[in-house]
């Protein structure tokens, strides 16, 4: 476990706008959509530079430094009126896609993904997944 993760964010499935970004932040501008990507804590969120094999890998969940240092300073949740969050844990929602339809990006990776793992590990096989990058499309 995570001793850090103390905090308790009601509702971490959402999307916004971005009302202000810090003085690093070169990715994002006001106004933009964003949905939030409920991650671990792993180097780029802690900015932990150099980041460790895994996180170099995108493997984000692997993190050697999950319970290194400390978290960024996210405030807020899904039922507040604002948010706070680090730049590594939200992505550009293109026009295209209605705030409904973002919040689900989330979990409908995940479950593709878990549903998927599931069913070919259970029979022996390697496989590579090859899908469109979905947070991020």
């Not at 932040?25 to 530079?49: A, T, Y």
């Not at 992505?91 to 209605?98: A, D, G, H, L, N």
Request: charge should be negative.
């Amino acid at each position: 476990a995570f001793p850090e993760l103390s905090r308790v964010f009601l509702g971490h499935e959402m999307c916004g706008k971005v009302v202000e970004t810090g003085s690093k932040v070169d990715k994002f501008q006001v106004g933009d959509r964003v949905v939030f990507q409920h991650l671990l804590p792993d180097c780029s969120n802690k900015e932990i530079d150099p980041p460790c094999a895994h996180c170099q890998a995108g493997n984000y969940a692997l993190c050697e430094n999950q319970s290194e240092g400390t978290l960024p300073s996210n405030t807020g949740g899904g039922w507040s009126e604002f948010f706070m969050a680090h730049s590594s844990q939200i992505v550009k929602i293109p026009s295209q896609i209605s705030d409904e339809e973002a919040v689900l990006i989330e979990p409908t990776a995940v479950t593709f993904f878990m549903r998927f793992y599931e069913k070919y590990r259970s029979q022996g096989m390697t496989y590579s997944l090859l899908v469109p990058e979905l947070l991020g499309c």
